[in-house]
């Protein structure tokens, strides 16, 4: 990682001295796959250690809240920390990446359409690096469910008065977890297969009108029918 990502241990919340290596490990091997594709930005990655990590499949995540910063979080605790940190870690620094990359540029944004691009184009990030399958949340709802998540989703993508968040973890009336994962990465996904040279370490930088307004119509192009009670 030479200089180019600083790392900084936390220590006041506990040590995470016992997975101090396979974390650095892990970041390692992320920054190595990213430098293949693209020159990793410099980051300083802040580690640090929590209680009761907000997503159960997993004991721990990571936020990147500007293009120079990345916090990862951990829960010791978790049994996914034995389960999947080796591997799975690498996951999401190529995420935060992505993230960090379009800090320099349009920004992560604040409405839900342009949470949608961000999250989609970082997830297909992960996959242009690494290969293999989606993460379960990018791929939670069936076809019905993302067609009737699209249309109730429709009329607010630009609205900058409602909770983003909700979108991603669910909030257990109308709109079902993982809803936005899936609608970002079903989003994302038709703009590559529609555009074969694009990729998402080349569309950090883009605005999300542009992938939005070209792909979006096609979402919600067939009435979601009785899948809408699946949100409601």
């Known amino acids: 990682m030479d200089r180019t990502w600083t790392l900084h241990w936390l220590q006041a919340a506990g040590t995470l001295a016992p997975w101090r290596s396979r974390i650095r490990a892990e970041i390692g091997a992320a920054f190595d796959a990213c430098a293949r594709l693209v020159p990793p930005p410099r980051l300083d990655i802040v580690i640090h250690q929590v209680r009761h990590w907000p997503v159960p499949e997993l004991g721990f995540g990571g936020s990147a809240p500007s ?7 951990f829960d010791t605790t978790h049994p996914a920390m034995v389960t999947r940190l080796v591997g799975g870690l690498r996951r ?19 409405t839900l ?20 399958d989606p993460d379960p ?30 979108w991603f ?49 096609e979402l919600v192009a067939e009435p979601a029918h009785d899948a809408r009670a699946d949100v409601a």
């Open 67 to 73: 293009r120079n910063t990345m916090f990862l979080a």
């Open 92 to 110: 999401v620094v190529l995420h935060e990446t992505h993230h960090c990359l379009r800090q320099a540029g349009p920004g992560y944004g604040t």
């Open 113 to 132: 359409a342009e949470a949608l691009v961000s999250e989609g184009l970082a997830d297909h990030f992960i996959i242009e690096v690494l290969g293999g």
């Open 137 to 166: 949340w990018s791929v939670a709802l069936d076809e019905g469910q993302l067609r009737a998540a699209a249309h109730l989703a429709e009329h607010i993508l630009w609205d900058a008065n409602i909770e983003v968040a909700r």
């Open 169 to 217: 973890r669910g909030d257990g009336r109308r709109i079902i977890p993982w809803s936005g994962y899936s609608l970002a990465w079903r989003l994302v996904a038709r703009y590559l297969a529609a555009h074969p040279f694009a990729h998402p370490s080349r569309l950090a930088a883009a605005p999300a009108e542009d992938l939005l307004g070209e792909v979006w119509p």
